[in-house]
Each structure stands twice: as C-alpha cells, then as structure tokens.
C-alpha cells in the first residue's frame, strides 16, 4: 500500500511540478481613422512553481474568408519592452511571443499589435467583429473588462454594439466608446465584442474590407438569430456530458467510500447515556481542559476557556478581580466599566504547568492589570503566547484519553488513499479528453485543488472521542442544559453563592456564564464569590465589563442589446480569438 501510495504522490507532483496562473485581462482597443485597430491587452502572470521562459499569445489570421495582417507588435513586462518574436502556425495563425526567464515571479504583461482588413465597412455602419477572448488559452481568467474606442467623438445614441459569449457578460455604452466585462470565465469560453457605427467615422477605408450594400439591417437581424437560436456551442455537448458524468460518478464513489471509512473509524463512539440534566459537575478539572475535550478537532481550548482559567485562578485565591470605571470617549462612546485583576501573595506552588504560565503571562511582575487594555488589539506577543500555551494545555489534556487518536490516524491514510485514486483516474480521464473536449483542460488544475481540499475538509470528521472523552463529553452537554433551565438551578440551596461562583468558571466554558451571573444576581443580591470587587454600591455580581472579554480577547487571534446590457447567447463567428498562456 505504501508503494502505491508513493507512486500516486509522485505522479501528481511530477504533473503540477510546473505550474502557473493568469490574473485579470484589460483591454485597450483603438479603431483608428484609417481602419487599422490597435489592441493592447495587459494580463498578470503569476509563476508559482518551475522555471519559464516564454509568455504568447496566439492570434488566427482569418475571418469570414478574409485574411488580415498583424502589422505591429510588442511585448511588454510591466511596462517595458522585452525581447519579441512572432512565429507562424500554419498558413492562418501566428503566435506573438515575449521571452526571458521567469520563476516565482508575478509580473505584468502587455501584448500589443495593430490589425488591418478586419473592419467590413457597408454603406451605412462598419462592422467590428472581434473575440476580445478566444477559446485556446491555458488557463481561466477571474474576469475582463475591455475597453473599445470609436475613431471620432459620436454619442451612444448613435452607435451599437452587443456582446457574445458568458451569461455573467456586459456591455455598456458611452460617448466615444464601449465598454465590455465579464468574470470567471474559462479557457475554452469566448468573450466576443460587435459594434456597428456610422460608416463616415472611417475617413480611409484602404484597410477595411468594403460591401457596396447596406449593413446595419443585416447585422441586427443576425444577431436576433443568436438570441432566438441558443443551440450553438463551442463544442460537443455530448461529449462534455459523457465525460462530465464519468468525473462525477467516481468521485460520488470516493465519497461513499469515505463515508464507510468514516462509519467505521470517525463516527462518535454510542454511549450509554440519555440523561436529559446532570445536576452536579461531571470533573473538577480545570475548564481548559474541558475546552480540550469540547472542541474534539483541534483538541485545544479555545477563547472563552481563557476567560473561564482566568476566573478558576480567582477561584482558587491567585487572583481578585474588580470593576473600575472606563474613561468614555467624548464620555458617550465606550464600555462602563474595565476589569482589573489583583494579584494575591498566595504561591503557586499548587498550580499545573500551563496555569502557572498563564498566571505569570498576565502580570508579568506587576500586582495590578487592567485586562481590557492588555488585550485592547491584537498583538503579536500575546498572539505567540496563547498558540504555544494551547499547544501545552493540549499536551497535557492527552493523559486524559479523551481522544481515540489511532482510529483517527487510520481514518486519515485510507481517506488520503480513496482521493488519490479518484485523483488519478480523474486525471487519466481527463487528458485523455481534452483533444476530445477543450472544458475538460481547465478541470486538472481544479481536480487537485479540489483532492486538497477534500482531503483536509474530510479528515476533520475522523478527529473522534473514546468512550471515555464521548462519555463525559454528554455529561457535560447534560451540565450545560441544567445551567440554561433557571427552573432547576433554583433548586440550590440559598447559601450556594460560593458554589455558584465554582460553576460560573464552567458555565464560561460552556458559553452560558451570562445566564449564569443572572441567576446569582437574582438568588443571591448584594452577595458576591470573595474573590469580586464590584464596580456598584450594593456590590451586586455583575461582571459586565469581565464577560465583555470574551469578545475582546478574539483580537488576539488575529448581461446584451444594441444599448448596452448582458451578453447575448450565439455568435461566436468573429475575428481574433485564439489563445495564450506561459511555458
């Protein structure tokens, strides 16, 4: 098993070994008095892994029967020329190519060239038809926006334009230009861009390819066909829906698969316990280490704990707690209170490793702390000592056997093995597909993506309890329940102050320490744990500043038409288009 999962692991590396990503594409594109159109599109390249030398872009040279010339052209890396060569591809397409030497790198490039014989001036409209994005690109871009400008000033009243290609695509109109966007669009998904204005804005039409008809009828009764016609496709569908249906039907057979992986190594423990109340604590530990055995994924205690180890440490009589009175700013805006904490002479002798710690964290040699200030933001000493102070509670909570980290462990390889399976056969299939089906190119880079994120989205669940942790686990859940039932808490007896004070420390824990204050407030007024210093007069046991840090401590942890619209479904029949990418 181990050899297969090595060679899995090798073959996916040596695959993605060499990897890249294209960031936002705009556009700039000019049409110029003389029927030439300059085009500049700009694209971020992020090189993430492997060494590159070369950015292109490809570029068909023919439409509707006529050939085009590209008659300039330069690639720029932010902003500045690099070296440059075109190569033909056949007798119709040529690609235009920048090269230097790239790794690890994100830079910008410009592709910049100039057409000619691709407007068709009628006697009324020209036309431009043009891909803004062909169907040959390697990878997906987020989005476009591009930019077209018309050759002199007219109003959008009196031209038109409409856009072909996504559903999430959009043309707008201004004065002088068009506006074109789109977002997440796929490498084989066009973007297409048509404007029809007034055949006199084209002084010289030497660089056209001129119809002694008229146009602008035509061109509007074509592409109503496109929206009345929504059976046109770049290609087959049912190839798509073939291979489609082949990646879906084995990852659904990965899923089941982990499913009873998980049933036998991940699923919670059944318990003998149905009790609807637990009336007394189940455990006299500290609440650090029941927020260890609450959060079974991470294993480590969490926000509130702190708060809850700060009052067990009052508890215990390490430290006092008192209310002040806060400074308000402009004396509106603010909290009414803050909350100091008091260091007391007794010694820690007592005390477990972590608690020491904490203790010692907090005053730092001092015998006074105001804790709204010391946790007012974030800060990065605080932040690297509660991660490494969560690591020790979590070392210490493993003697408690409140995890089953073995079956955990196992759950996880078989897991890991089930995704790269379906990995590798999702992978098999589709580079057998893509000369087949161009979509099926842009779902490898995302069938690893996806394989990561499963594996370490389905291997949380594994993180179980043993009986033992499951056990007491419920017990406590029964606690909490008890706790938010103010019927059965009036049970206690009437000298239960001190008593009430202990379960406050858990109830923290267990996020019902509000609910909890409230009650002794009300069973108990004027009567607060010895270890309170209240704010107010009656010295009522209010704590409002003190469970305000809850909050305050998770600073520590850091669409188309002639006027513009969306784009119309057909077309697909302009010029340009063709592809790019990095190798």
């Not at 109340?277 to 991470?298: F, K, M, Q, T, W």
């Not at 001190?498 to 108990?524: D, F, R, T």
């Not at 270890?531 to 669409?559: D, E, Q």
Request: proline share 4%; aromatic share 14%; charged share 20%.
């Amino acid at each position: 098993m181990k050899k297969i999962l090595l060679i899995l692991l090798l073959f996916t590396i040596l695959v993605f070994a060499k990897s890249y990503s294209i960031g936002p594409m705009t556009q700039e594109i000019y049409i110029n008095l003389d029927g030439t159109v300059d085009i500049n599109e700009t694209l971020s390249y992020s090189f993430n892994s492997g060494s590159f030398s070369e950015v292109y872009r490809t570029i068909p040279l023919s439409w509707q029967g006529a050939v085009f010339e590209i008659l300039e052209c330069q690639v720029y890396e932010d902003g500045k020329p690099i070296n440059t060569r075109v190569d033909s591809i056949g007798n119709n397409k040529i690609e235009l190519i920048g090269y230097s030497s790239w790794k690890n790198e994100v830079h910008d490039y410009t592709f910049s060239y100039k057409i000619s014989h691709i407007i068709v001036c009628y006697e009324d409209v020209c036309d431009f038809y043009w891909k803004l994005k062909g169907t040959e690109w390697d990878k997906p871009f987020p989005s476009l926006k591009s930019k077209i400008y018309l050759p002199s000033n007219i109003s959008k009243e009196n031209y038109k334009a409409w856009g072909h290609g996504p559903s999430n695509g959009n043309v707008e109109l201004f004065d002088n230009y068009a506006y074109y966007t789109a977002s997440d669009i796929a490498g084989s998904q066009y973007v297409e861009a048509r404007l029809a204005f007034p055949s006199e804005l084209i002084t010289d039409k030497s660089n056209t390819i001129i119809k002694n008809e008229m146009g602008l009828e035509k061109i509007i009764n074509e592409e109503l066909s496109f929206y009345e016609n929504n059976d046109l496709s770049t290609y087959e569908e049912k190839e798509d829906s073939l291979i489609i249906f082949l990646l879906i039907f084995i990852w659904i057979c990965g899923l089941i698969s982990i499913y009873f992986i998980w049933k036998k190594y991940g699923k919670e423990p059944e318990i003998n316990f149905d009790a609807k109340y637990y009336r007394e604590l189940p455990n006299n530990y500290s609440p650090a280490v029941l927020g260890c055995l609450i959060d079974a994924i991470n294993k480590k205690p969490r926000t509130n704990d702190i708060v809850a180890c700060i009052l067990d440490l009052a508890q215990k009589g390490y430290l006092k707690i008192k209310e002040v009175p806060a400074k308000k700013t402009w004396g509106i805006f603010g909290k009414d209170t803050h909350t100091i904490i008091i260091r007391t002479n007794k010694e820690d002798t007592n005390l477990l490793s972590f608690e020491k710690d904490l203790l010692t964290f907090l005053f730092k040699n001092k015998k006074e702390v105001d804790l709204d200030n010391k946790f007012k933001k974030y800060n990065s000493t605080n932040y690297s000592f509660f991660e490494e102070w969560k690591d020790n509670v979590k070392k210490h909570v493993e003697k408690y056997k409140f995890h089953n980290l073995e079956d955990a462990k196992t759950g996880k390889i078989y897991t890991l093995l089930v995704i790269l399976i379906v990995t590798f056969l999702s992978l098999i299939i589709s580079s057998i597909s893509i000369c087949l089906c161009p979509l099926v190119a842009m779902l490898i880079p995302f069938i690893v993506m996806f394989s990561i994120i499963f594996y370490f989205g389905l291997s949380k669940p594994f993180e179980k309890r043993t009986e033992k942790g499951a056990l007491e686990y419920e017990q406590w859940m029964a606690f909490k329940r008890f706790l938010e039932d103010l019927t059965l808490m009036k049970e206690k007896p009437p000298s239960a102050v001190e008593l009430w004070g202990h379960y406050l420390i858990y109830a923290v824990s267990l996020g019902v320490g509000e609910k909890v204050i409230k009650y002794i407030n009300l069973e108990y007024p004027n009567n607060s744990p010895n270890w309170y210093i209240s704010n107010n007069i009656n010295t009522t046991f209010t704590m409002a500043s003190f469970m305000a840090l809850n909050t305050t401590m998770a600073s520590i942890s850091p669409s188309s038409s002639g006027s513009g619209g969306g784009f119309g479904s057909g077309g697909g029949f302009g010029g340009g288009g063709g592809g790019g990418g990095a190798r």
